[in-house]
């Protein structure tokens, strides 16, 4: 079963018990375990580089992103492929 993430690192931030929670990055690594387990797939989409990613979403995040999403570059004058 796959699972779609559109645009990565544009959701904004939750808040659980007055703290500020990165809700995505927990949903990330709930399915690198799901992937790591079951082999279950994700994919998603983002307009962020690498270190970008690390930025909003922390080491650990960006470290199992590695492993979940293979990355599919594509030139900046590419046409935009969602449509």
């Known amino acids: ?6 645009d990565l690192g544009i959701e904004p931030l ?4 007055g703290k500020d929670c ?3 990055g927990e949903v990330l690594l709930s399915r ?3 992937f790591a387990k079951y082999k279950f797939r994700t ?3 983002t307009n962020l580089n690498a270190q970008e ?6 080491n650990r995040v960006r470290s199992r992103m ?3 999403f293979n990355l599919i570059g594509f030139n900046l004058i590419a046409k935009d492929k969602r449509r």
């Open 22 to 24: 990165n809700v995505m």
């Open 32 to 34: 690198h375990e799901l």
């Open 66 to 68: 590695r492993e979940l």
């Open 1 to 6: 079963m796959a699972i779609p993430f559109d």
């Open 53 to 58: 990613l690390e930025e909003y979403y922390g």
């Open 43 to 45: 994919h998603g989409t």
């Open 14 to 17: 939750g808040r659980f018990l």
